[in-house]
Protein backbone atom coordinates (compact mmCIF):
# COMPACT_ATOMS: atom_id res chain seq x y z
CA UNK A 1 0.00 0.00 0.00
CA UNK A 2 1.38 3.04 -1.16
CA UNK A 3 0.26 6.13 1.10
CA UNK A 4 1.25 9.77 0.35
CA UNK A 5 0.93 13.06 2.93
CA UNK A 6 -0.02 16.28 1.03
CA UNK A 7 1.13 19.42 2.63
CA UNK A 8 3.95 22.23 2.54
CA UNK A 9 4.34 21.79 6.00
CA UNK A 10 1.50 23.40 7.88
CA UNK A 11 0.99 21.98 11.66
CA UNK A 12 -2.35 20.08 10.28
CA UNK A 13 -0.10 18.55 7.84
CA UNK A 14 2.14 17.49 10.29
CA UNK A 15 -0.55 16.11 12.70
CA UNK A 16 -2.26 14.01 9.98
CA UNK A 17 1.09 12.71 9.07
CA UNK A 18 1.59 11.47 12.79
CA UNK A 19 -1.97 10.30 13.06
CA UNK A 20 -1.74 8.34 9.27
CA UNK A 21 1.46 6.78 11.04
CA UNK A 22 -0.13 5.79 13.41
CA UNK A 23 -2.79 3.87 11.94
CA UNK A 24 -0.87 2.23 10.29
CA UNK A 25 0.99 1.19 13.06
CA UNK A 26 -1.75 -0.24 14.75
CA UNK A 27 -3.51 -2.00 11.95
CA UNK A 28 -0.01 -3.79 11.12
CA UNK A 29 0.01 -2.39 7.55
CA UNK A 30 2.70 -3.00 5.45
CA UNK A 31 3.12 0.39 3.86
CA UNK A 32 5.18 3.34 2.65
CA UNK A 33 4.06 6.91 3.74
CA UNK A 34 5.54 9.58 1.31
CA UNK A 35 4.80 13.50 1.72
CA UNK A 36 4.30 15.34 -1.15
CA UNK A 37 4.94 18.98 -0.74
CA UNK A 38 5.07 20.42 -3.73
CA UNK A 39 2.54 22.81 -4.96
CA UNK A 40 2.22 21.51 -8.72
CA UNK A 41 1.95 17.79 -7.09
CA UNK A 42 -0.70 18.74 -4.49
CA UNK A 43 -3.09 20.42 -6.82
CA UNK A 44 -2.12 17.83 -9.60
CA UNK A 45 -4.42 15.47 -7.49
CA UNK A 46 -7.19 17.78 -7.73
CA UNK A 47 -6.40 18.44 -3.84
CA UNK A 48 -7.29 22.68 -2.60
CA UNK A 49 -7.50 22.16 0.93
CA UNK A 50 -4.17 20.62 2.97
CA UNK A 51 -3.70 18.48 4.39
CA UNK A 52 -4.64 15.82 2.15
CA UNK A 53 -4.15 11.91 2.13
CA UNK A 54 -3.92 10.03 -0.97
CA UNK A 55 -3.97 6.00 -0.78
CA UNK A 56 -2.82 3.89 -3.96
CA UNK A 57 -2.92 7.35 -6.10
CA UNK A 58 -6.76 8.03 -4.93
CA UNK A 59 -7.64 11.18 -2.79
CA UNK A 60 -9.34 10.17 0.37
CA UNK A 61 -9.19 13.12 2.94
CA UNK A 62 -9.01 16.57 1.84
CA UNK A 63 -8.50 19.53 3.97
CA UNK A 64 -9.06 17.92 7.60
CA UNK A 65 -7.54 16.24 10.10
CA UNK A 66 -9.45 13.00 10.74
CA UNK A 67 -9.16 10.98 14.14
CA UNK A 68 -6.55 7.42 14.18
CA UNK A 69 -9.49 5.58 14.15
CA UNK A 70 -11.48 7.24 11.40
CA UNK A 71 -8.09 7.12 9.22
CA UNK A 72 -7.80 3.35 10.25
CA UNK A 73 -11.34 3.11 8.75
CA UNK A 74 -10.31 4.55 6.13
CA UNK A 75 -7.45 2.86 5.22
CA UNK A 76 -9.09 -0.63 5.54
CA UNK A 77 -11.65 0.50 3.25
CA UNK A 78 -8.97 1.77 0.65
CA UNK A 79 -6.92 -1.59 0.93
CA UNK A 80 -9.69 -3.55 -0.25
CA UNK B 1 -30.38 12.64 35.38
CA UNK B 2 -27.14 10.98 33.80
CA UNK B 3 -28.11 7.77 35.49
CA UNK B 4 -31.50 7.60 34.14
CA UNK B 5 -30.38 8.43 31.01
CA UNK B 6 -27.67 5.86 30.72
CA UNK B 7 -30.23 3.24 31.84
CA UNK B 8 -33.38 4.41 30.05
CA UNK B 9 -32.04 5.10 26.47
CA UNK B 10 -29.51 2.57 26.73
CA UNK B 11 -31.41 0.35 24.31
CA UNK B 12 -31.25 3.16 21.21
CA UNK B 13 -27.83 4.06 20.93
CA UNK B 14 -28.20 6.43 18.10
CA UNK B 15 -31.08 8.45 20.29
CA UNK B 16 -28.54 7.86 23.26
CA UNK B 17 -25.57 9.53 21.75
CA UNK B 18 -27.67 12.16 19.98
CA UNK B 19 -28.87 13.20 23.15
CA UNK B 20 -25.68 13.34 24.88
CA UNK B 21 -24.56 15.88 21.67
CA UNK B 22 -27.50 18.08 21.66
CA UNK B 23 -27.63 17.96 25.60
CA UNK B 24 -24.02 18.86 25.94
CA UNK B 25 -24.44 22.11 23.48
CA UNK B 26 -27.26 23.25 25.20
CA UNK B 27 -25.20 22.67 28.50
CA UNK B 28 -22.58 24.19 26.92
CA UNK B 29 -25.09 27.28 25.43
CA UNK B 30 -26.18 27.69 29.31
CA UNK B 31 -22.50 27.99 30.78
CA UNK B 32 -21.12 30.33 28.25
CA UNK B 33 -24.01 32.70 28.59
CA UNK B 34 -24.22 32.53 32.05
CA UNK B 35 -20.02 32.99 32.57
CA UNK B 36 -20.37 35.86 30.07
CA UNK B 37 -23.01 37.78 31.95
CA UNK B 38 -21.27 36.80 35.07
CA UNK B 39 -17.86 38.57 33.96
CA UNK B 40 -18.42 42.01 34.38
CA UNK B 41 -19.59 42.04 37.99
CA UNK B 42 -17.60 39.40 38.73
CA UNK B 43 -14.22 41.06 38.69
CA UNK B 44 -16.03 44.61 39.78
CA UNK B 45 -16.56 42.83 42.88
CA UNK B 46 -13.12 40.50 42.74
CA UNK B 47 -11.50 43.87 42.82
CA UNK B 48 -12.84 46.72 44.28
CA UNK B 49 -15.11 44.93 46.87
CA UNK B 50 -12.80 41.66 47.79
CA UNK B 51 -9.09 42.89 47.01
CA UNK B 52 -10.31 46.60 48.44
CA UNK B 53 -9.36 48.88 45.77
CA UNK B 54 -10.56 52.44 45.62
CA UNK B 55 -13.03 53.04 42.78
CA UNK B 56 -10.83 56.08 41.05
CA UNK B 57 -7.85 53.92 41.71
CA UNK B 58 -5.52 53.48 38.42
CA UNK B 59 -3.80 50.09 39.20
CA UNK B 60 -7.49 48.81 39.97
CA UNK B 61 -8.90 49.84 37.11
CA UNK B 62 -6.04 48.61 34.84
CA UNK B 63 -6.24 45.22 36.40
CA UNK B 64 -10.13 44.73 36.18
CA UNK B 65 -10.11 46.14 32.51
CA UNK B 66 -7.62 43.30 31.70
CA UNK B 67 -9.22 40.34 33.67
CA UNK B 68 -12.65 41.93 32.58
CA UNK B 69 -11.17 42.26 28.66
CA UNK B 70 -9.43 38.67 28.70
CA UNK B 71 -12.44 37.07 29.66
CA UNK B 72 -14.49 38.76 27.40
CA UNK B 73 -12.40 38.23 24.45
CA UNK B 74 -11.96 34.41 24.95
CA UNK B 75 -15.27 34.07 25.53
CA UNK B 76 -16.40 35.63 22.67
CA UNK B 77 -13.79 33.62 20.77
CA UNK B 78 -15.11 30.49 21.89
CA UNK B 79 -18.31 30.77 21.37
CA UNK B 80 -18.02 32.35 17.84
CA UNK B 81 -15.23 30.26 16.62
CA UNK B 82 -17.69 27.38 17.48
CA UNK B 83 -20.83 28.81 15.87
CA UNK B 84 -18.94 30.01 12.70
CA UNK B 85 -16.53 26.82 12.00
CA UNK B 86 -20.29 24.89 12.75
CA UNK B 87 -21.83 26.95 9.63
CA UNK B 88 -19.06 26.33 7.58
CA UNK B 89 -18.72 23.02 7.57
CA UNK B 90 -21.64 22.59 5.10
CA UNK B 91 -19.17 24.58 2.87
CA UNK B 92 -16.06 23.51 0.92
CA UNK B 93 -13.78 25.09 -1.44
CA UNK B 94 -14.77 21.98 -3.78
CA UNK B 95 -18.65 23.45 -3.25
CA UNK B 96 -17.43 27.10 -4.08
CA UNK B 97 -15.40 26.34 -7.28
CA UNK B 98 -18.18 24.69 -8.81
CA UNK B 99 -20.09 27.82 -7.86
CA UNK B 100 -17.37 30.51 -9.30
CA UNK B 101 -16.82 28.34 -12.14
CA UNK B 102 -18.19 30.27 -15.54
CA UNK B 103 -18.97 33.14 -14.05
CA UNK B 104 -18.77 36.72 -15.54
CA UNK B 105 -16.44 39.05 -13.71
CA UNK B 106 -18.09 41.80 -11.53
CA UNK B 107 -21.07 39.69 -10.26
CA UNK B 108 -18.51 36.65 -10.33
CA UNK B 109 -16.21 39.34 -7.55
CA UNK B 110 -19.07 40.04 -5.77
CA UNK B 111 -20.14 36.36 -5.78
CA UNK B 112 -16.07 35.27 -5.27
CA UNK B 113 -15.80 37.54 -2.25
CA UNK B 114 -19.25 36.65 -0.23
CA UNK B 115 -17.88 32.83 -0.35
CA UNK B 116 -14.57 33.81 0.96
CA UNK B 117 -16.12 35.05 4.04
CA UNK B 118 -18.54 31.63 4.21
CA UNK B 119 -16.12 29.15 2.51
CA UNK B 120 -13.68 27.09 5.12
CA UNK B 121 -10.02 28.31 3.95
CA UNK B 122 -6.91 27.81 5.51
CA UNK B 123 -4.24 30.52 4.12
CA UNK B 124 -1.94 27.58 4.37
CA UNK B 125 -3.49 26.60 1.31
CA UNK B 126 -3.47 29.18 -0.74
CA UNK B 127 -1.67 28.08 -3.23
CA UNK B 128 -3.32 24.48 -3.75
CA UNK B 129 -7.14 26.81 -3.66
CA UNK B 130 -5.18 29.21 -6.10
CA UNK B 131 -4.13 26.45 -8.43
CA UNK B 132 -7.38 24.80 -7.95
CA UNK B 133 -9.07 27.30 -9.10
CA UNK B 134 -7.43 29.27 -12.09
CA UNK B 135 -6.53 25.47 -13.58
CA UNK B 136 -9.90 24.72 -13.44
CA UNK B 137 -10.60 28.09 -15.28
CA UNK B 138 -11.95 30.26 -12.52
CA UNK B 139 -10.77 33.71 -13.90
CA UNK B 140 -7.51 35.11 -12.13
CA UNK B 141 -9.47 38.65 -11.15
CA UNK B 142 -12.28 36.42 -9.05
CA UNK B 143 -9.78 34.33 -7.82
CA UNK B 144 -8.18 37.09 -5.95
CA UNK B 145 -11.47 38.29 -5.09
CA UNK B 146 -11.75 35.35 -3.19
CA UNK B 147 -8.23 34.96 -1.72
CA UNK B 148 -8.62 38.25 -0.43
CA UNK B 149 -11.55 38.31 1.38
CA UNK B 150 -11.50 34.84 2.78
CA UNK B 151 -8.71 36.17 5.31
CA UNK B 152 -9.63 39.64 5.23
CA UNK B 153 -13.17 39.04 6.80
CA UNK B 154 -12.48 36.04 9.40
CA UNK B 155 -13.85 35.13 12.74
CA UNK B 156 -10.96 36.38 14.87
CA UNK B 157 -10.63 39.98 13.41
CA UNK B 158 -14.19 40.39 13.81
CA UNK B 159 -14.71 39.11 17.49
CA UNK B 160 -11.63 41.14 18.47
CA UNK B 161 -13.25 44.04 16.93
CA UNK B 162 -16.74 43.83 18.35
CA UNK B 163 -15.18 42.83 21.42
CA UNK B 164 -13.54 45.94 21.83
CA UNK B 165 -14.97 48.54 19.65
CA UNK B 166 -18.53 47.35 19.13
CA UNK B 167 -20.77 46.43 16.98
CA UNK B 168 -20.88 49.45 14.84
CA UNK B 169 -16.90 49.25 14.01
CA UNK B 170 -17.00 45.12 13.17
CA UNK B 171 -19.81 45.60 10.73
CA UNK B 172 -18.38 48.60 8.81
CA UNK B 173 -14.93 46.41 8.54
CA UNK B 174 -17.07 43.60 7.17
CA UNK B 175 -18.91 46.11 4.77
CA UNK B 176 -15.50 47.77 3.64
CA UNK B 177 -13.50 44.05 3.61
CA UNK B 178 -16.03 42.94 1.37
CA UNK B 179 -15.74 46.28 -1.09
CA UNK B 180 -11.78 46.19 -1.04
CA UNK B 181 -11.90 42.12 -2.11
CA UNK B 182 -14.62 42.86 -4.94
CA UNK B 183 -12.61 46.01 -5.96
CA UNK B 184 -9.19 44.72 -5.67
CA UNK B 185 -10.47 41.14 -7.19
CA UNK B 186 -11.69 43.27 -10.72
CA UNK B 187 -9.07 45.60 -10.76
CA UNK B 188 -6.54 43.04 -11.27
CA UNK B 189 -8.83 40.92 -13.64
CA UNK B 190 -9.27 44.11 -15.70
CA UNK B 191 -5.55 44.40 -16.08
CA UNK B 192 -5.29 41.10 -17.91
CA UNK B 193 -2.51 40.08 -15.84
CA UNK B 194 -2.50 36.19 -16.58
CA UNK B 195 0.85 36.14 -17.92
CA UNK B 196 2.12 37.03 -15.19
CA UNK B 197 1.15 33.59 -13.04
CA UNK B 198 3.72 31.32 -12.87
CA UNK B 199 3.57 28.75 -15.73
CA UNK B 200 3.13 25.74 -14.10
CA UNK B 201 -0.43 26.49 -12.89
CA UNK B 202 -1.70 26.40 -16.20
CA UNK B 203 0.47 23.05 -16.88
CA UNK B 204 -1.16 21.37 -14.01
CA UNK B 205 -3.47 19.07 -15.45
CA UNK B 206 -5.79 17.96 -12.70
CA UNK B 207 -6.73 14.41 -11.80
CA UNK B 208 -8.02 12.33 -9.66
CA UNK B 209 -11.42 13.07 -8.21
CA UNK B 210 -11.46 16.00 -5.35
CA UNK B 211 -13.12 15.02 -1.94
CA UNK B 212 -15.09 17.25 -0.72
CA UNK B 213 -14.40 17.41 2.72
CA UNK B 214 -17.98 18.54 3.60
CA UNK B 215 -19.39 15.79 2.36
CA UNK B 216 -20.57 13.08 4.75
CA UNK B 217 -20.22 14.83 8.04
CA UNK B 218 -23.06 14.49 10.85
CA UNK B 219 -23.64 16.58 13.86
CA UNK B 220 -21.29 14.84 15.86
CA UNK B 221 -18.19 15.46 13.45
CA UNK B 222 -19.41 19.14 12.70
CA UNK B 223 -19.45 19.99 16.89
CA UNK B 224 -16.16 17.99 17.37
CA UNK B 225 -14.31 20.03 14.17
CA UNK B 226 -15.56 22.90 15.75
CA UNK B 227 -14.15 22.53 18.82
CA UNK B 228 -10.96 21.06 17.72
CA UNK B 229 -11.12 24.45 15.73
CA UNK B 230 -11.53 26.60 18.85
CA UNK B 231 -8.83 25.19 20.89
CA UNK B 232 -6.24 25.02 17.73
CA UNK B 233 -7.06 29.16 17.16
CA UNK B 234 -7.36 29.81 21.05
CA UNK B 235 -4.19 27.93 22.14
CA UNK B 236 -2.23 29.59 19.44
CA UNK B 237 -3.11 33.14 20.39
CA UNK B 238 -3.87 33.45 23.47
CA UNK B 239 -0.09 34.61 24.77
CA UNK B 240 -0.32 37.85 22.31
CA UNK B 241 -3.83 38.02 23.43
CA UNK B 242 -2.73 38.26 27.17
CA UNK B 243 0.38 40.58 26.28
CA UNK B 244 -1.66 42.65 24.03
CA UNK B 245 -4.61 43.36 26.64
CA UNK B 246 -1.82 43.56 29.60
CA UNK B 247 -0.28 46.59 27.64
CA UNK B 248 -3.50 47.90 26.60
CA UNK B 249 -4.48 48.08 30.25
CA UNK B 250 -1.35 49.73 31.38
CA UNK B 251 -1.98 52.30 28.40
CA UNK B 252 -5.88 52.91 29.90
CA UNK B 253 -4.38 53.77 33.34
CA UNK B 254 -1.43 55.79 32.44
CA UNK B 255 -1.03 57.59 29.42
CA UNK B 256 -2.90 60.73 29.48
CA UNK B 257 -6.77 61.65 27.89
CA UNK B 258 -6.26 62.62 23.46
CA UNK B 259 -2.39 62.02 23.96
CA UNK B 260 -2.59 60.28 20.31
CA UNK B 261 -4.74 62.53 19.04
CA UNK B 262 -1.62 64.99 18.30
CA UNK B 263 0.27 62.34 16.47
CA UNK B 264 -2.28 59.66 14.37
CA UNK B 265 -5.18 61.76 14.80
CA UNK B 266 -7.76 62.17 11.83
CA UNK B 267 -5.87 65.21 10.99
CA UNK B 268 -2.53 63.14 10.57
CA UNK B 269 -2.61 61.74 6.67
CA UNK B 270 0.71 59.74 7.63
CA UNK B 271 -0.70 57.89 10.39
CA UNK B 272 -3.15 55.59 7.82
CA UNK B 273 0.04 54.76 5.85
CA UNK B 274 2.41 54.43 8.52
CA UNK B 275 -0.45 51.74 9.76
CA UNK B 276 -0.82 49.90 6.96
CA UNK B 277 2.99 49.32 6.77
CA UNK B 278 3.65 48.81 10.33
CA UNK B 279 0.29 45.66 9.63
CA UNK B 280 2.28 43.57 7.15
CA UNK B 281 4.45 41.85 9.11
CA UNK B 282 2.55 41.32 12.44
CA UNK B 283 -0.02 38.87 10.92
CA UNK B 284 0.10 35.74 13.37
CA UNK B 285 0.33 38.48 16.48
CA UNK B 286 -2.97 40.40 15.32
CA UNK B 287 -4.82 39.29 18.10
CA UNK B 288 -2.29 40.80 20.84
CA UNK B 289 -2.60 43.89 19.09
CA UNK B 290 -6.24 44.66 18.27
CA UNK B 291 -6.07 45.07 21.94
CA UNK B 292 -3.14 47.67 22.44
CA UNK B 293 -4.60 49.29 19.25
CA UNK B 294 -7.83 50.01 21.04
CA UNK B 295 -6.11 51.21 23.95
CA UNK B 296 -4.47 53.76 21.67
CA UNK B 297 -8.32 54.47 20.00
CA UNK B 298 -9.61 55.27 23.66
CA UNK B 299 -6.57 57.64 23.87
CA UNK B 300 -7.18 59.51 20.21
CA UNK B 301 -5.70 57.22 17.60
CA UNK B 302 -8.39 57.25 14.84
CA UNK B 303 -10.82 54.57 13.55
CA UNK B 304 -10.25 54.89 10.36
CA UNK B 305 -6.24 54.11 11.29
CA UNK B 306 -7.64 51.20 13.30
CA UNK B 307 -9.51 49.55 10.45
CA UNK B 308 -7.14 49.98 7.50
CA UNK B 309 -4.37 48.27 10.55
CA UNK B 310 -6.45 45.57 10.65
CA UNK B 311 -6.99 45.12 7.79
CA UNK B 312 -3.07 44.90 6.44
CA UNK B 313 -2.50 42.87 9.30
CA UNK B 314 -4.82 40.17 8.07
CA UNK B 315 -4.62 41.05 4.41
CA UNK B 316 -1.37 41.60 3.22
CA UNK B 317 0.72 38.99 5.72
CA UNK B 318 4.35 38.22 4.46
CA UNK B 319 3.86 34.66 5.04
CA UNK B 320 0.72 35.29 2.41
CA UNK B 321 3.16 36.87 0.38
CA UNK B 322 5.12 34.48 0.60
CA UNK B 323 2.91 31.54 -0.24
CA UNK B 324 1.72 33.19 -3.46
CA UNK B 325 4.81 34.12 -4.49
CA UNK B 326 4.90 30.50 -5.53
CA UNK B 327 2.48 30.84 -8.39
CA UNK B 328 2.36 34.70 -8.77
CA UNK B 329 5.70 36.05 -10.69
CA UNK B 330 7.56 39.21 -8.77
CA UNK B 331 5.26 41.82 -10.64
CA UNK B 332 2.03 40.14 -10.41
CA UNK B 333 2.57 39.88 -6.62
CA UNK B 334 3.57 43.85 -6.51
CA UNK B 335 0.22 44.54 -8.19
CA UNK B 336 -1.37 42.45 -5.93
CA UNK B 337 -0.36 44.13 -2.86
CA UNK B 338 -0.13 47.34 -4.85
CA UNK B 339 -4.24 47.34 -5.40
CA UNK B 340 -5.05 46.08 -2.11
CA UNK B 341 -2.78 48.13 -0.46
CA UNK B 342 -4.46 51.16 -2.08
CA UNK B 343 -7.85 49.53 -1.39
CA UNK B 344 -7.25 49.70 2.42
CA UNK B 345 -5.32 53.21 2.42
CA UNK B 346 -8.85 54.40 0.80
CA UNK B 347 -11.01 52.82 3.51
CA UNK B 348 -8.67 54.64 6.05
CA UNK B 349 -8.85 58.25 4.64
CA UNK B 350 -12.48 57.52 4.43
CA UNK B 351 -13.42 56.20 7.75
CA UNK B 352 -11.34 59.20 9.28
CA UNK B 353 -12.51 61.76 7.42
CA UNK B 354 -16.69 61.08 8.29
CA UNK B 355 -16.31 59.20 11.75
Known sequence: MKIKVLGAGCANCQALEKRTAEAVTLLGLQAEIEKVTDYGDIASYGVMSTPALVVDEKVVVSGRVPKVAELQSLLVGAGT | ?355
Open chain 2, 1 to 355: MKALLNTDVQAIPAVRSSWRVWGGLLAAVAVWAAAYQANGPLWQWAIYDMSGFASDNRLGSALEFFFFDTVKILLLLAGIIFAVTVLRSFMSVERTRALLGGRREGVGNVAAAGLGVVTPFCSCSAVPGFIGFVAAGVPLGITMSFLIASPMVNEVAIVLLYGLFGWQVAAIYVTAGLVVAVVAGWVIGRLRLERWIESFVFETTLRGQPVDPSQGLGWVDRFAIAREEVRTIISKIWPYLLAGIGIGAAIHGWVPEGFFVKYAGPNNALAVPVAVGLGIPLYSNAAGILPLVEALHAKGLAIGTVLAFMMSVVALSVPELVLLRRVLKPRLLAVFVGVVGTGILAVGFLFNLIL
